[in-house]
């Protein structure tokens, strides 16, 4: 089965033979026939499938019926309803604090 990458992800693995083979191999020449390759035909050469990067996200279907997004919207607002009570309450408790005896204000007093 060939990989499957986007057209930009190919082109990198391309640039990245191309260098391959003018510093590591030392073939200017390999080199050159590589970046003068068909981005296609380079790829299927190295059995790499180019596929649209938007239309890998198309295959997968959205399922889910208009009352499952309703029950998950409800069930996403009683979340946060609970968490904005739980900050209420540290509110609370942290804001308790101010009955006039703030002594935490920075001086020492002095």
Request: aromatic share 2%; no cysteine; charged share 40%.
């Amino acid at each position: 089965m060939p990989k499957q990458l986007t057209a930009q992800q190919t082109q990198a693995k391309k640039d990245k033979a191309v260098l391959f083979a003018d510093n590591v191999l030392n073939d200017p020449d390999k080199a050159d026939d590589i970046e003068h390759e068909d981005l296609a035909s380079w790829a299927e050469r190295h059995r790499i499938q180019i596929i649209n990067s938007n239309r890998r996200n198309r295959n997968m279907a959205d399922t889910r019926t208009r009352q499952d997004l309703i029950d998950q919207i409800a069930d996403l607002q009683d979340e946060n309803d609970s968490l904005q009570d739980q900050l209420d309450a540290i509110s609370d408790v942290l804001g308790g604090d101010d009955d006039g005896d703030d002594d935490d204000d920075g001086d020492d007093g002095r």
